[in-house]
């Protein structure tokens, strides 16, 4: 997706759908209910680990795809369920 508009990055998440929420750490405020800065950034964080120690480079053509994987995998990083069980229902329920 390419724009060409002058907004910032962040000012299109909620044109994308998504809820955005500011956490002001020049005012020493740095959890503000469940916005906290620390959730995107472990993810990043685990993801570059991930690309480094896994795949050792990744191109942009295939980029998203990386992001997409790891994203359910960090959104399932909890689940009492195995991740492969989580998975193959999801395949299963769009397959029906």
Request: no cysteine; proline share 1%.
């Amino acid at each position: 997706m390419v724009y060409t508009d002058e907004l910032s990055s962040y000012d299109r998440i909620p044109k994308l759908g998504y809820q955005r929420r500011r956490v002001h750490h020049a005012s020493k405020v740095y959890v503000m209910g469940d916005a906290r800065t620390n959730t995107i950034e472990g993810f990043w964080s685990q993801l570059k680990r991930s690309i480094d120690g896994t795949y050792h480079h990744v191109t942009a053509k295939y980029l998203q795809a990386y992001v997409d994987e790891y994203g359910f995998r960090y959104s399932h990083r909890n689940d009492e369920q195995a991740m492969f069980r989580t998975m193959m229902a999801q395949v299963v329920e769009r397959s029906s």
